[in-house]
């Protein structure tokens, strides 16, 4: 595949995840995070089995006999991810919480070395902390002597939570590689719109059925762009680059996320772009390892590039 076609797809990939994170914003107005989960994924569950079923055609007998692990990843990185994130949400602006989930790659890297038994390098250490640091200048809005306050905002500490329960999904992940990506996804998916149904059923005063038009379009977005479209570009594209390069662009999701809402007319502050920089230049140093070991981290789940985003 020419070059150009696989950098456009890794950049179609995270600009469809950076929408997820801007309608969010607007959605949770007229949605509760647990609406907005379960209709996003009941959208994606539909097209989803299909692809799977025709794409990948998995001997579904012995993917069912993961149905253990796979239970733990729907409430792992669907149900409390996706919830924790629309949470978020309501009490942050969109580009913050992309700024702290920019911090992701850097956990899951501390991570792998704790629990995968991975090496991590002085300038592993060294960017990790520079990564902690624009957190920081985030969640403080640049008044770092305010660190031990106890008045952070809310979205803000919900997102941190969020990028664990991501880690932890992905560490948990790797126990699936032998069941086709989509394939892992869909009954992912199927696990968490069941175990959130009787939820709905009897809370229906936090079920909202009149929705703006502009709600349904957002809903459709979220269910057919983040969580499809961006997880076969993703995956794509990995056919024909290195997982560790592909990483690199995971980054483009908070500039994108910058951007749109720029473009809508949102204003961005010195110390939001000031704490960007020093979390991509942290996640970078934090990647920075063997060939061998990046691909590993990255490719932790092989459903990591869809459900967490």
């Given at each position: 595949?020419?070059?150009?076609?696989?950098?456009?797809?890794?950049?179609?990939?995270?600009?469809?995840w950076a929408g997820?994170?801007?309608?969010g914003?607007?959605?949770?107005?007229?949605?509760?995070?647990?609406?907005?989960?379960?209709?996003?994924?009941?959208?994606?569950?539909?097209?989803?089995?299909?692809?799977?079923?025709?794409?990948?055609?998995?001997k579904?007998?012995?993917?069912?006999?993961?149905?253990?692990?796979?239970?733990?990843?729907?409430?792992?990185?669907?149900?409390?991810?996706?919830?924790?994130?629309?949470?978020?949400?309501?009490?942050?602006?969109?580009?913050?919480?992309?700024?702290?989930?920019?911090?992701?790659?850097?956990v899951?890297?501390?991570?792998?070395?704790?629990?995968?038994?991975?090496?991590?390098?002085?300038?592993?250490?060294?960017?990790?902390?520079?990564?902690?640091?624009?957190?920081l200048?985030?969640?403080t809005?640049?008044?770092?002597?305010?660190?031990?306050?106890?008045?952070y905002?809310?979205?803000?500490l919900?997102?941190?939570?969020?990028?664990?329960?991501?880690?932890?999904?992905?560490?948990?992940?790797?126990?699936?590689?032998?069941?086709?990506?989509?394939?892992?996804?869909?009954?992912?998916?199927?696990?968490?719109?069941?175990?959130?149904?009787?939820?709905?059923?009897?809370?229906?005063?936090?079920?909202?059925?009149?929705?703006?038009?502009?709600?349904?379009?957002?809903?459709?977005?979220?269910?057919?762009?983040?969580?499809?479209?961006?997880?076969?570009?993703?995956?794509?594209?990995?056919?024909h680059?290195?997982?560790?390069?592909?990483?690199?662009?995971l980054?483009?999701?908070?500039?994108?996320?910058?951007?749109?809402?720029?473009?809508?007319?949102?204003?961005?502050?010195f110390?939001?772009?000031l704490?960007?920089?020093?979390?991509?230049?942290?996640?970078?140093?934090?990647?920075?390892?063997?060939?061998?070991?990046k691909?590993?981290?990255?490719?932790?789940?092989?459903?990591a590039?869809?459900?967490?985003?």
């Amino acid at each position: 595949m020419n070059k150009y076609l696989v950098l456009l797809l890794l950049i179609f990939a995270n600009l469809f995840w950076a929408g997820n994170y801007v309608f969010g914003e607007y959605l949770v107005d007229e949605m509760s995070p647990l609406q907005m989960t379960f209709s996003r994924w009941l959208i994606a569950a539909f097209l989803l089995f299909p692809m799977a079923h025709w794409i990948e055609r998995p001997k579904w007998k012995s993917v069912w006999k993961e149905w253990k692990t796979l239970l733990v990843l729907a409430i792992l990185g669907i149900i409390s991810y996706n919830f924790l994130l629309y949470e978020a949400l309501q009490y942050t602006n969109s580009l913050n919480a992309a700024l702290v989930n920019s911090l992701n790659p850097a956990v899951l890297v501390v991570f792998s070395v704790l629990f995968l038994k991975e090496k991590m390098a002085v300038s592993n250490i060294i960017g990790l902390l520079i990564s902690l640091f624009g957190v920081l200048l985030v969640l403080t809005k640049g008044q770092l002597q305010l660190i031990f306050d106890t008045s952070y905002n809310q979205g803000d500490l919900l997102m941190l939570v969020a990028i664990l329960v991501w880690t932890v999904y992905s560490v948990i992940g790797r126990k699936t590689k032998s069941i086709p990506p989509i394939t892992a996804t869909s009954i992912s998916a199927l696990f968490a719109l069941i175990m959130m149904l009787p939820v709905i059923v009897f809370s229906n005063n936090d079920f909202n059925f009149n929705l703006s038009n502009q709600a349904i379009t957002g809903v459709i977005y979220m269910g057919i762009f983040p969580s499809v479209a961006s997880f076969i570009c993703w995956n794509v594209s990995l056919r024909h680059i290195d997982a560790s390069k592909a990483g690199v662009y995971l980054n483009l999701i908070t500039v994108f996320t910058a951007i749109i809402s720029l473009i809508l007319g949102h204003s961005i502050s010195f110390i939001q772009v000031l704490g960007g920089i020093f979390v991509f230049l942290g996640v970078f140093l934090t990647s920075k390892r063997k060939k061998k070991i990046k691909d590993e981290t990255i490719k932790l789940s092989p459903v990591a590039g869809m459900v967490g985003k």
